[in-house]
């Protein structure tokens, strides 16, 4: 039964200009013969376009090995592709070993810093003590004649105003 390019196109799922630009490529002998302005294709007609498409029509063990091959091929790669990955995956687990060293390090350097500030803020607290005069002592256990006379038996400085001083004592004054 005669066939046209429209029903061969929609036959192999390609355009009905991909079936014209193969009958250009047929030799003369093979091309398939006109009525009118349309191809009709007969049965060899269509073998021939098909065969020059690539597309085969009977399913032989030809084709089965290839697929084989292929499929062993693609078994190859996806093999191939796995060790990688697994290559990958110690490099990463290596990399993530290194990293927890690392930050178990710096917490015990943070640590070992904590406890040096500490014990040299106690050292500074200690010195503090040690140079700070005992007049909160003195004051708490001496009675304020004490202190005055203390106070009048040392050398007294003369009480300097300084000139501001004196213009805040007229202002008052006035």
Same mark, same amino acid.
């Given at each position: 039964?005669?066939?046209?390019?429209?029903?061969? %196109?929609?036959?192999?799922?390609?355009?009905?200009?991909?079936?014209?630009?193969?009958? %250009?490529?047929?030799?003369?002998?093979?091309?398939?013969?006109?009525?009118?302005?349309?191809?009709?294709?007969?049965?060899? =007609?269509?073998?021939?376009?098909?065969?020059?498409?690539?597309?085969? !029509?009977?399913?032989?063990?030809?084709?089965?090995?290839?697929?084989?091959?292929?499929?062993?091929?693609?078994?190859? =790669?996806?093999? =191939?592709?796995?060790?990688?990955?697994?290559?990958?995956?110690?490099?990463?687990?290596?990399?993530?070993?290194?990293?927890?060293?690392?930050?178990?390090?710096?917490?015990?350097?943070?640590?070992?810093?904590?406890?040096?500030?500490?014990?040299?803020?106690?050292?500074?607290?200690?010195?503090?003590?040690?140079?700070?005069?005992?007049?909160?002592?003195?004051?708490? !256990?001496?009675?304020?004649?004490?202190?005055? =006379?203390?106070?009048?038996?040392?050398?007294?400085?003369?009480?300097?105003?300084?000139?501001?001083?004196?213009?805040?004592?007229?202002?008052?004054?006035?």
């Amino acid at each position: 039964m005669p066939k046209t390019i429209r029903e061969l %196109a929609d036959e192999l799922g390609v355009s009905k200009q991909r079936i014209q630009q193969i009958i %250009a490529k047929l030799s003369a002998s093979k091309t398939p013969n006109k009525e009118g302005n349309r191809y009709v294709l007969n049965a060899q =007609d269509v073998k021939n376009i098909k065969d020059l498409m690539g597309f085969d !029509n009977d399913k032989s063990s030809t084709s089965e090995s290839t697929n084989r091959l292929v499929d062993y091929d693609v078994y190859l =790669d996806v093999i =191939d592709s796995i060790k990688e990955k697994d290559e990958q995956i110690k490099i990463l687990l290596e990399v993530q070993k290194q990293t927890q060293n690392l930050l178990d390090q710096q917490q015990r350097l943070a640590l070992q810093d904590k406890k040096i500030l500490e014990e040299y803020k106690a050292e500074i607290k200690d010195l503090k003590a040690l140079n700070m005069p005992p007049q909160d002592i003195k004051k708490e !256990n001496s009675s304020p004649k004490e202190t005055t =006379d203390y106070i009048k038996g040392s050398p007294q400085k003369p009480n300097k105003k300084k000139w501001w001083q004196f213009k805040k004592t007229r202002a008052k004054n006035d």
